[in-house]
C-alpha cells in the first residue's frame, strides 16, 4: 500500500525559508521508475507543479521558481525534503506530495500540508 | 497563465454526459502522455486517468479520456452529484523540462 504524507509547519514569517519533508511508504525512490513530486495550490486556486526529484538524484524545477526552491531525498528514510526560500503571502498554499511514475502521471498523493505565509 | 488551457467550468444534468477539453502544444501534449485528476472539495487530488485513456483500479468507466494531436478531452457520462469536483490535465513538457497542469475546470451537476 502506497502513502505519502507531508509534514512542516503551518506558519512561516514573511522573508523565511519554508522547509516541508514527505515520508512516503510502499515503493523506494531507489526504484528506476520511481519519482516524487511537490504541488502546490493556494486557496481557490489552480495545481501548480514545484519540483520532482528521480531515482538517479536528477531534480526538476518549476521555471518560475527555480531560483527559490530544493528538493533533496533521504532513500534510507524514505523521505523527500522541499525548501522554498524567501517566503511570501502570496506563498500561502497547500502542499502537496505525490509519487511519479515514468514521467507520466502523479498517481498516488498525500493529504497536503496547509502553509500560511504571514508576520 | 497556464501552459496548458482547460474551460473554467462545465455543467450538465445528473445522467447527462459532460466532456472537459485540454489545449497544449507539441512540446507537451503532443509528444507526451496526458493524465487527468479529480479534487473533490476539501481533499487531495486524485489520479483519474493516465497514458491518455487508461483508468486506475477503482475508477467507473464513466470516466474516459482521449488524446488528438495537442488536444485531450476526459469525458463523463451518466453524470452524479458526486462528480462535482474540480479535474485538471497535466503532462510533461519537454521543452521546460518540467510536469504542466492545466488551469481546471470546475464540473457542476445541475
Known amino acids: 500500500q502506497v502513502t505519502l504524507r507531508e509534514s512542516g509547519p503551518a506558519l512561516v514569517k514573511p522573508t523565511q525559508t519554508l522547509t516541508l519533508t514527505c515520508t512516503f511508504s510502499?515503493?523506494?525512490?531507489?526504484?528506476?521508475?520511481?519519482?516524487v513530486s511537490w504541488v502546490r495550490q493556494p486557496p481557490g486556486k489552480a495545481l501548480e507543479w514545484l519540483a520532482l526529484?528521480?531515482?538517479?538524484?536528477?531534480?526538476y524545477y518549476n521555471t518560475s521558481l527555480k531560483t527559490r526552491l530544493s528538493i533533496s531525498k533521504d532513500t534510507s528514510k524514505n523521505q523527500v525534503v522541499l525548501t522554498m526560500t524567501n517566503m511570501d503571502p502570496v506563498d500561502t498554499a497547500t502542499f502537496y506530495c505525490?509519487?511519479?511514475?515514468?514521467?507520466?502521471?502523479?498517481?498516488?498523493w498525500g493529504q497536503g500540508a496547509l502553509v500560511t505565509v504571514s508576520s | 497563465q497556464s501552459v496548458l488551457t482547460q474551460p473554467p467550468s462545465v455543467s450538465a444534468a445528473p445522467g447527462q454526459k459532460v466532456t472537459i477539453s485540454c489545449s497544449g502544444s507539441?512540446?507537451?501534449?503532443?509528444?507526451?502522455?496526458v493524465s487527468w485528476y479529480q479534487q473533490l472539495p476539501g481533499t487531495a487530488p486524485k489520479l483519474l486517468i493516465y497514458?491518455?485513456?487508461k483508468r486506475p483500479p477503482g475508477i467507473p468507466d464513466r470516466f474516459s479520456g482521449s488524446k488528438s494531436g495537442t488536444s485531450a478531452t476526459l469525458g463523463i457520462t451518466g453524470l452524479q452529484t458526486g462528480d462535482e469536483a474540480d479535474y485538471y490535465c497535466?503532462?510533461?513538457?519537454?521543452?521546460?523540462?518540467?510536469?504542466?497542469f492545466g488551469g481546471g475546470t470546475k464540473v457542476t451537476v445541475l
Open positions: 505525490a509519487r511519479f511514475v515514468h514521467f507520466r502521471e502523479l498517481d498516488y
Open positions: 510502499g515503493f523506494s525512490l531507489s526504484s528506476s521508475a520511481m519519482c
Open positions: 526529484i528521480d531515482s538517479g538524484d536528477n531534480k
Open positions: 507539441s512540446s507537451n501534449i503532443g509528444n507526451n502522455y
Open positions: 497514458e491518455n485513456n
Open positions: 497535466g503532462t510533461w513538457d519537454s521543452s521546460l523540462s518540467a510536469w504542466v
